[in-house]
């Protein structure tokens, strides 16, 4: 049902748009052509504020500066600490206290020393500190993101906002646990590595979650000591701007965060074919993806990382707990409006249960709410823009054509703005476009199936490798699952459980390279050997 009071949405907020320029070197600054772009309310498709559109001269500007901040600056030489400074001189003021020979030599090796600690500004004391900055102001970001994504405001708040603290506290305290390995390499020849910052990272993200997918590329970026340009998707500018800003109350030193609003064919190709950046990350479609590769390849071939599409599995075996299964099922299809990487579009239910699963599922979303994403009482906001809600609703109607019965949904919502009703088809076969294309959108394809092996089988046949979900309580089918899925993450009796610890990333044409956890340094990282010959070696 659509809970909208005017049946269309209508803006209850008063929210102030500060940030609408570029920021390089930082500072805000108009784009070198002086020309700009619309970010819409999803709401009503009206204009929420016009955005520098940036290109590749500004591009070229904010590289200029992170290459400057890399080469010479402060950030990737700090150390990766999370301690206060303060406390670092302390430390060192006690411990000089100890030295002997307290006169000359010892205050001049202190007096250099204090002057050195008292200048450090270790990189996670200062990612903690943006932190706090993003806590503080997590009401604000939280209604940016509402208001230019369509995410309902409590969702925000504790997803959104939450998943970003999260994410920036975990890299801060990562910073100073990069480290390499000692190598005994014979008997003459004793080794080290060194894990090295790679130097100037370009980082493509994508508006589906404007917010936690800058940190999730910048946060890493930083702690390894990198320096940033980020391109946010063009129709969610506001959030990264808003958070530049707070890096910049934080203390991120100028050119270490640069961000550039403007389109992909444009500013992001500017990006990823620049000669001097180092390294690309990327979360967005499969076919972005393949461009970025290419303008790598034919380029200075920058490393790249890629987090694309998915057609995830969601598996319900017969002995499944209904409700856990039902409600996961909901939450893996048309939480965020579907519009999630992840979603466990298609729904593979076991013949034994799979009529009670779509009667209990049919009737636990007759309470699902479509509308205004600042209602508390809304489930499922606006798409995220004209385009996307076209999209959807071609596929829909796709799906219609090819012969899948519509169990719910299947129609626009509202009077105004990119409302869908979510939608449930029942009767969908493997090879038609909606069981086979990510839809990114609110529809789910319901498909049964007998046995494990077909289960196995069919959760595969697909060019996607991002997620997969097993619901079941036979550890034994859990455990089988688990190893012949191919995917970058298996979800046993849970969906979308993500935690920083955790390394998300697909692989088959969902890409590759992990955001989150510590394998997610590893993209900014290079390792460099130093081999040294040990006393009595021949070299
Ligand atoms: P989605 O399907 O989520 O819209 P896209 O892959 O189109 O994903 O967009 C993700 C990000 O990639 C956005 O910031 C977009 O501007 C950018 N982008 C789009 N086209 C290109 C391109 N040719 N080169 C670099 N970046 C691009």
Redesign the pocket.
Known sequence: RHGGDDGGGTPKTTLEIRYTKLFIDGRFVDAASGKTFETRDPRTGDVIARIAEGDKEDVDLAVKAAREAFDHGEWPRMSGSVRASSSSSQSCKKWLSFFPNGTRTRSTYSDRSMAYLSKMQERGRIMAKYAEGVERHADELAALESLDAGKPLAAARAVDVGECLGILRYFAGAADKIHGETLKMSRQLHGYTLREPLGVAGL?????FPAIMFFSKVSPALAAGCTVVV????QTPLSALFLAHLAKQAGVPDGVINVVTG???TA??A??SHMDIDVVA????T???R??ME?SAKSNLKPVALELGGKSPFIVFDDADLDKAVELAIGGNFFNKGEACVAGSRVFVQEGIYDRFEQKLADTMKSWVVGDPFDPRVNQGPQVDKAQYERVLRYIEQGKAEGATVLMGGKPCGKKGYYIEPTIFNNVKDDMVVAREEI?GPVMCLMKFKTVEEAIERANGTRYGLAAGVVTRDIDVANRMARSIRAGVVWVNCYFAMDRSCPFGGRKMSGFGKDDSMHALDKFLAVKAVVTPVHGSPW
């Open positions: 493509i993200v994508p508006w589906n391109k946010p998707a063009e389109f992909g064919p992001g190709a990006i990823s990327f979360t967005g479609s076919e972005v993806g461009l970025i303008a990114f």
